[in-house]
């Protein structure tokens, strides 16, 4: 075998993106609370980073004229142009040492809260809301004090952690008694799932709905007979709404069937296990807003930065550069996080900027849904607003993705505006959502005692001018939790 030593040249093409790009997407992509949370990781880590307070804009009347212009120009933030040429600022940065001359510096003071006065963060923490009880918890407190063989003790509480969100037991006892590491007879699982089933809320650990329901009835402890026939004997048709067929086989009148109903969709819950430490639904900031423009057509857009803190970078460390006994490792630890900073900065900069520019062109091409509401939502692809705005599409995806925009119609994904669609006989172009928006409004307004078929409905839209095929309108109407219309019809 022969080892051999050589050179060789060799042509290739590598996409290498610098730490300051890395971290412009990255900021891009951020909602704005994740923003501002990556903002305040920023302030702990980046000592050269300050705030700047609302008395901090105008110049002590007091100081030198000269210094206070200097100082004014060494601590300005970085603009983004919209040629994006920021050569001004980053000549400014590169030549920190050489402009600034050196001052005296002290140890800024530390502001403490006086006892008279209250901490904030104190008082954050009293207005917080105290932490639901989870499900399982909320079990786990009643279970710990029924009394119960200390077997059935170990198989109901195996039971309860097995149990799913919404407060269902659906693992088979075979697979508990595997996981539990012993046999257990079904008869001692059986016992511990009905003493489970006893717990608050009723309906807890119920293996069906039909099941869940008739435990629910149980507990309330009132006389309701029939409610209770029909959920145990005509259950498939009380899922059918065939209320003329429960009458029949109930022996009872339909205005009596119907009552018995009522009472089952307004006392009966389906999924009871959500009742207890349910999540509520989250908190949306819109990453922008777009508002009526009071002085003449169309609408203005803004980004809100109310909870984004106003960032610059400290003369302070600027200053401490020009000292002469500062040694070599710390200069370049004060150099490297003052051009993190501003890096930081412009790219919160460039995230504004971008994030307005992609929402204006959203907003001239979906103007009729701003004016008219979900059905005149145009398809719309990402790469049209991208090569209308000059950036790459995967700009767009990411200047979009997680965010929210507040309209005068309310508050919508970003990424709603980009969809497929169709065209109309007229046409006209409407996006995917339009059509289900469409399709909602023809199930809304049918007769229920004679509901519209996939084929029916086809044909309806068709006359609106929208060509679909049965297949695509049967997906959507799947796709929008809408029963079939066997499933839709009452007596």
Same mark, same amino acid.
């Given at each position: ?38 903002? &305040? ?18 110049? &002590? ?12 120009? &060494? ?132 293996? *069906? ?34 209320? *003329? ?16 109903? &009522? ?229």
């Amino acid at each position: 075998m022969r080892l051999d030593t050589f050179q060789q040249l060799r042509l290739e093409q590598k996409l290498k993106l610098a730490p300051r790009m890395i971290q412009s997407m990255e900021i891009l992509q951020l909602p704005i609370l994740a923003l501002e949370e990556r903002i &305040d990781q920023e302030l702990e880590k980046n000592p050269v980073l300050e705030l700047r307070e609302a008395d901090q804009d105008t110049p &002590d009347a007091n100081s030198n004229p000269d210094e206070t212009a200097k100082a004014v120009d &060494d601590e300005r933030e970085l603009v983004v142009h919209e040629d994006n040429s920021n050569r001004d600022d980053f000549e400014r940065l590169d030549n920190i040492e050489n402009v600034i001359d050196p001052l005296e510096m002290t140890d800024r003071p530390v502001r403490r809260a006086a006892f008279d006065e209250e901490d904030p963060k104190q008082q954050a923490l009293t207005n917080t809301a105290a932490r639901e009880i989870s499900l399982h918890e909320y079990l786990t407190l009643q279970w710990d004090l029924t009394e119960a063989d200390p077997l059935i003790k170990q198989c109901g509480e195996f039971i309860i952690n097995h149990l799913d969100p919404d407060g269902y037991f659906r693992t088979s006892f075979s697979e508990l008694a595997k996981k539990f590491g012993q046999e257990i007879p079904e008869i001692t699982w059986e016992q511990a799932i009905q003493l489970v089933q006893t717990l608050d809320p009723p309906g807890i650990a119920a293996r *069906t709905v039909q099941e869940c329901l008739l435990l629910q009835l149980e507990a309330l402890g009132e006389d309701r007979c029939l409610e209770h026939l029909i959920i145990s004997d005509c259950f498939d048709e009380l899922q059918k709404q065939q209320y *003329t067929r429960i009458a029949q086989r109930t022996n009872r009148p339909l205005a009596r069937v119907k009552e018995a109903v &009522d009472f089952i969709g307004s006392r009966l819950i389906l999924h009871p296990g959500l009742t207890i430490g349910s999540p509520k639904a989250p908190h949306i900031v819109p990453d922008v807003i777009i508002d009526y423009n009071e002085t003449g057509p169309g609408y203005t857009i803004s980004i809100p930065e109310r909870g984004l803190p106003h960032l610059y970078v400290s003369g302070h460390y600027r200053r401490l550069l020009q000292t002469d006994s500062l040694d070599r490792n710390t200069r370049q630890f004060i150099k490297k996080n003052i051009q993190s900073g501003q890096w930081l900065i412009e790219a919160i900069e460039q995230r504004r900027h971008t994030l307005k520019r992609v929402t204006e062109a959203i907003v001239d091409v979906q103007t009729e849904f701003l004016e008219s509401g979900p059905r005149f939502l145009k398809p719309l692809p990402m790469a049209q607003i991208a090569d209308k705005i000059g950036v790459h599409v995967a700009t767009v995806s990411r200047a979009v993705s997680g965010k929210f925009l507040q309209t005068p119609r309310g508050i919508y994904p970003l990424r709603m505006f980009f969809s497929g669609g169709t065209e109309t006989t007229q046409g006209q172009s409407l996006s995917w959502d339009a059509v289900r928006a469409k399709i909602q409004d023809l199930i809304d307004v049918e007769d229920k005692t004679k509901p519209l078929s996939d084929d029916q409905i086809v044909e309806a839209l068709r006359q609106q001018g929208i060509d679909l095929a049965r297949r695509t309108v049967t997906k959507y109407r799947k796709m929008m939790g809408l029963a079939s219309s066997h499933r839709r019809r009452q007596s």
